[in-house]
């Protein structure tokens, strides 16, 4: 009887805790190999991190181009849409024929349907303040190619393209060389308003500032076209003739079409009158083998890569420098032959 009464409680106490551990669940062993190298909290926060992080093939973006107004421009568009396709990037893509309302349509269009980011050049410098901070109100970077705008930088998360001062400098130079340091010149103009041509005028009379026999007469803007170049420089001529010893042209196109003015007018373009101008596309290349330019400044279109790299780093949140400047050179036609066949643009 004695031995029950030990035994009974035993064996009550042996039933009750084979009961509790039936009853409690299991613990979750099974890990995945990524989870199992990190604690459980860090590896759901990387997981949500990873899952915002964009690839090119996952990216989304828009850009608004200004036209297709010149030799430069068809060939940056070439660059952006092929850079593009080469990565499998969805852009949405838009033509302004030069009318900034038509890029400010545009930047409202990829805002409303969310793209990842937003690539402009703006036709001109001023007038962008409204819109861009619709884009940055929307979460939407935007970044600058090609062309400034007068802007805060908070509006803008980087800008890739040329030192348009530098290359008016450049011109200038080469100006002093060609015409002996003295000379009356004729300047056609960009876009009015554009970075462009606003810096192109002030680099090029920067640099022929402390040269006095150098002297501009004229200066109109041919928009960057072939068609308005060779426009007005018929008028320069009706106005000026003979007197006119070098045009600046702020771009191929406009020197290309002048060109044509001057050699309907009688003269001789490139030795009668010199001319130097600026982006170095092959028509550039082409004159100057034959004799009609002294002169071209390159100012480089092929910026698609580099857009797209900046891209998909401002879209996953990474620094990048406010300015990603362009590398350019200078060719003059002792050397256009040899180089005209290796000319991407
Ligand atoms: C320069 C670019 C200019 C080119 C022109 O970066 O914006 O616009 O010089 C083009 O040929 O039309």
């Not at 009853?23 to 459980?40: F, G, V």
């Not at 421009?73 to 309302?101: P, Y």
């Not at 402390?210 to 170049?229: C, L, N, V, Y």
């Amino acid at each position: 009887m004695r031995m029950q009464k030990l035994l009974l409680p035993l064996l009550l106490l042996i039933l009750i805790t084979a009961l509790a551990a039936c009853a409690a669940p299991a613990a979750d062993t099974s890990q995945s190999a990524s989870d199992a190298a990190q604690p459980a909290d860090s590896s759901a926060a990387s997981s949500a991190g990873e899952a915002t992080m964009k690839s090119y093939e996952d990216m989304v973006v828009g850009y608004a181009q200004i036209g297709a107004e010149s030799e430069w421009r068809t060939a940056n568009t070439a660059s952006i849409k092929e850079e593009a396709g080469n990565l499998g990037v969805e852009l949405k893509f838009s033509d302004a024929q030069q009318k900034q309302e038509n890029q400010i349509k545009a930047i409202r269009s990829f805002i409303a349907q969310q793209v990842d980011v937003i690539g402009v050049s703006p036709v001109v410098e001023t007038g962008w303040e409204t819109v861009f901070q619709e884009a940055k109100d929307a979460g939407i970077p935007l970044i600058l190619v090609d062309r400034r705008a007068d802007v805060p930088e908070d509006l803008y998360a980087t800008y890739l393209g040329s030192d348009f001062v530098e290359e008016g400098r450049k011109a200038g130079n080469a100006m002093i060389e060609i015409l002996g340091g003295e000379g009356k010149i004729v300047e056609l103009v960009g876009t009015v308003g554009s970075a462009p041509a606003n810096d192109r005028a002030t680099g090029f009379r920067e640099a022929i500032a402390d040269t006095p026999g150098m002297e501009i007469i004229a200066s109109q803007s041919g928009d960057f076209t072939r068609a308005k170049g060779k426009e007005v420089m018929e008028a320069f001529l009706k106005t000026y003739g003979d007197e006119i010893n070098a045009l600046y042209a702020h771009n191929d196109d406009m020197a290309i079409g002048a060109i044509q003015a001057i050699e309907e007018y009688g003269l001789k373009p490139g030795e009668d009158i010199k001319i130097v101008s600026v982006d170095a596309v092959r028509g550039a290349f082409e004159a100057m083998i034959e004799g009609k330019l002294n002169c071209t400044v390159e100012c480089n279109p092929l910026l698609g890569p580099q857009f797209f790299d900046l891209a998909l780093k401002v879209v996953n949140g990474e620094e990048v420098p406010k300015w990603v400047p362009s590398e350019e050179s200078i060719f003059f036609p002792d050397e256009a032959e040899a180089l005209l066949p290796t000319r991407k643009y």
